[in-house]
């Protein structure tokens, strides 16, 4: 009987230290004598606000530092549009800090993802607009189609056109779709020496042709002496 006794005692005792653990740890008390009196955000932003951090944040810090659940909080940061990772830190006594990196967008990879400039293909955002190019090409193919683009995009800047459009078909052939609606079919060999060539040549024929120029496509034998 007397071992019972001293075993109630224990959990008995037991228990009144670590209640009240729990209940700091989980909020339910000292939320108001720790409370979380600074938010310090760190990121170079272009797409996330310093208000949409905030919203999501301050929920989770109401209950002071100790309830604050840090891999949560990450996770529900991460789930913003554009983010692509986070660090949450605590600092005594009532301090939180978070540092976001953002995707920083490239292009449109058809309709529900986007290219990032470091060749990342993340789910687009909803409302997002048509002012970035369509990349449409195999996954596995993305640096290329970055590589490209870079290629051909100041090649038509003398002309006052933007590339819209880059294509890559399953069996290696480019294409491009210029601001003016210009379809360029660029193929599949030599393509770096066929672009320049081809930006060469459209101030020529958009001045002698007065209709706008709709397709060009061509075998790189074929094409006039630039």
């Known amino acids: 009987m007397n071992a019972l006794l001293r075993i109630a005692a224990w959990i008995l005792a037991l228990a009144l230290v670590v209640a ?5 740890l989980n909020g339910w008390i000292g939320g108001s004598r720790w409370p979380m009196r600074h938010l310090v955000v760190t990121g170079e932003f272009r797409q996330v606000s310093d208000l949409k951090v905030r919203s999501v944040v301050l929920p989770s810090v109401q209950h002071g530092f100790f309830a604050v659940d840090l891999d949560r909080l990450r996770a529900d940061l991460g789930a913003l549009p554009w983010v692509k990772s986070v660090e949450v830190r ?29 060749g990342e293909l993340f789910p687009a955002p909803k409302g997002l607009g048509g002012r970035l190019p369509l ?30 459009e880059v294509r890559l078909s399953a069996r290696g052939s480019w294409s491009l779709l210029l601001s003016d609606g210009t379809d360029v079919e660029v193929g599949r060999n030599d393509e770096a020496h066929r672009l320049q060539r081809f930006s060469h040549l459209l101030p020529r024929l958009t001045t002698n042709e007065p209709r706008r120029l709709a397709r060009a496509e061509w075998p790189a034998a074929r094409l006039p002496a630039g």
């Open 90 to 118: 605590k600092r005594w006594p009532d301090r939180i800090e978070v540092s976001i990196v953002e995707y920083r967008p490239l292009a449109r990879w058809g309709d529900k993802r986007m290219l990032s400039e470091n």
């Open 20 to 24: 009240p653990v729990v209940a700091v």
């Open 135 to 164: 990349f449409i090409g195999p996954d596995a193919r993305a640096e290329d189609m970055i590589a490209f683009h870079a290629q051909a995009r100041p090649l038509f800047l003398g002309s006052g056109l933007q590339v819209s």
